[in-house]
């Protein structure tokens, strides 16, 4: 008679560091780069909304990856954290499917926002006429809320699943976090109709959104070429350069992940790539926008020049 795990029954995440002197060098680097993202993406959410220059379409869409990349780090770093200091790696049947949940609807809406933010400069300079009713602040808030529910949606298919059937194998995942592919290998049934939903999500939430990205781009640097204005042409380099290397530190290595035969994949190599995009990327992201975006540096300057003026 087959053993299949109760719903109640807790899960137990591996960690990603070992429980030794090299583990503990490995986590001391990294849990720095987790509080730099987590400084960096709030201070960009709020810089956002503190600074009215800013309310524009673009910094709108900014400031949603900030606030997702926020989300995403505070979904599995603290759990990995708290596991690996006091040795205590379980995870209740529920808060692995919150954690999937919560990582799934970012991981599928920021690949949306990151292909809305190329449309935005799409617009901005190939029509920077039609620019004001293409990107109005309507249809970029309907653009924000459809990145929203779809990843939401589509995260809620994959957590429901992954809750409803039985688990009669190990209950030990390889991972730092409740990874789908990596609960389906504990799975008392095959999976690979599941397998094949995840391969179909990954399609539409990363080739998808990079297909867009490249053809938009290819569009906008033909504009830029094409540009009489030395400084114009300049300015539009460095934006656009700004947001092809955030797309490409993200959605490389998950590309690389998801998309991969299940042959050739490996948990500790995916536990790495993992790290790239959940805590690697969102710290880079904030500092790749302002350190390169003069009208971020604006921001700062003006949101403190208020702060120091109301103490006064």
Same mark, same amino acid.
């Given at each position: 008679?087959?053993?299949?795990?109760?719903?109640? +029954?807790?899960?137990?995440?591996?960690?990603?560091?070992?429980?030794?002197?090299?583990? @503990?060098?490995?986590?001391?680097?990294?849990? !720095?780069?987790?509080?730099?993202?987590?400084?960096?993406?709030?201070?960009?959410? @709020?810089?956002?909304?503190?600074?009215?220059?800013?309310?524009?379409?673009?910094?709108?869409?900014?400031?949603?990856?900030?606030?997702?990349?926020?989300?995403?780090?505070?979904?599995?770093?603290?759990?990995?954290?708290?596991?690996?200091?006091?040795?205590?790696?379980?995870?209740?049947?529920?808060?692995?499917?919150?954690?999937?949940?919560?990582?799934?609807?970012?991981?599928?809406?920021?690949?949306?926002?990151?292909?809305?933010? %190329?449309?935005?400069?799409?617009?901005?300079?190939?029509?920077? =006429?039609?620019? !004001?009713?293409?990107?109005?602040?309507?249809?970029?808030?309907?653009?924000?809320?459809?990145?929203?529910?779809?990843?939401?949606?589509?995260?809620? %298919?994959? +957590?429901?699943?992954?809750?409803?059937?039985?688990?009669?194998?190990?209950?030990?995942?390889?991972?730092?976090?409740?990874? *789908?592919?990596?609960?389906?290998?504990?799975?008392?049934?095959?999976?690979?109709?599941?397998?094949? +939903?995840?391969?179909?999500? +990954?399609?539409?939430?990363? =080739?998808?959104?990079?297909?867009?990205?490249?053809?938009?781009?290819?569009?906008?640097? @033909?504009?830029?070429?094409?540009?009489?204005?030395?400084?114009?042409?300049?300015?539009?380099?460095?934006?656009? #350069?700004?947001?092809?290397? *955030?797309?490409?530190?993200?959605?490389? !290595?998950?590309?690389?992940?998801?998309?991969?035969?299940?042959?050739?994949? #490996? !948990?500790?190599?995916?536990? *790495?790539?993992?790290? *790239?995009?959940?805590? =690697?990327?969102?710290?880079?992201?904030?500092?790749?926008?302002?350190?390169?975006?003069?009208?971020?540096?604006?921001? =700062?300057?003006?949101?403190?020049?208020?702060?120091?003026?109301?103490?006064?």
């Amino acid at each position: 008679m087959e053993n299949y795990t109760q719903p109640s +029954t807790d899960f137990i995440l591996l960690g990603l560091f070992p429980p030794s002197r090299a583990g @503990l060098l490995l986590f001391s680097l990294t849990f !720095p780069v987790f509080l730099m993202a987590l400084a960096g993406n709030l201070c960009m959410v @709020l810089l956002i909304l503190l600074d009215a220059h800013l309310h524009t379409p673009m910094y709108l869409l900014l400031s949603q990856l900030s606030l997702m990349d926020l989300i995403y780090v505070c979904t599995t770093v603290p759990k990995m954290v708290s596991g690996f200091l006091s040795g205590n790696k379980s995870i209740s049947f529920i808060g692995c499917g919150f954690q999937s949940f919560f990582f799934l609807t970012m991981a599928g809406s920021e690949g949306l926002i990151l292909m809305s933010m %190329a449309y935005d400069r799409y617009v901005a300079i190939c029509s920077p =006429l039609h620019y !004001p009713i293409r990107m109005s602040r309507g249809v970029c808030v309907l653009m924000i809320l459809g990145c929203w529910v779809t990843g939401a949606v589509n995260a809620c %298919a994959h +957590t429901v699943y992954i809750l409803r059937i039985p688990y009669c194998r190990s209950r030990a995942i390889d991972h730092f976090f409740c990874d *789908v592919p990596a609960m389906l290998t504990l799975a008392c049934r095959t999976a690979r109709a599941h397998e094949y +939903t995840v391969f179909l999500s +990954t399609v539409f939430f990363l =080739l998808f959104p990079s297909t867009i990205i490249v053809f938009s781009y290819v569009k906008v640097f @033909l504009t830029i070429y094409r540009m009489r204005s030395q400084e114009g042409r300049k300015k539009a380099y460095a934006t656009c #350069s700004t947001h092809l290397t *955030v797309v490409t530190f993200y959605m490389a !290595p998950f590309a690389y992940t998801y998309l991969r035969p299940k042959s050739l994949r #490996s !948990p500790a190599e995916d536990k *790495v790539l993992a790290v *790239v995009y959940t805590i =690697l990327t969102p710290m880079l992201n904030p500092v790749i926008y302002s350190l390169r975006n003069k009208e971020v540096l604006g921001g =700062l300057r003006r949101v403190r020049q208020r702060i120091c003026s109301d103490r006064e």
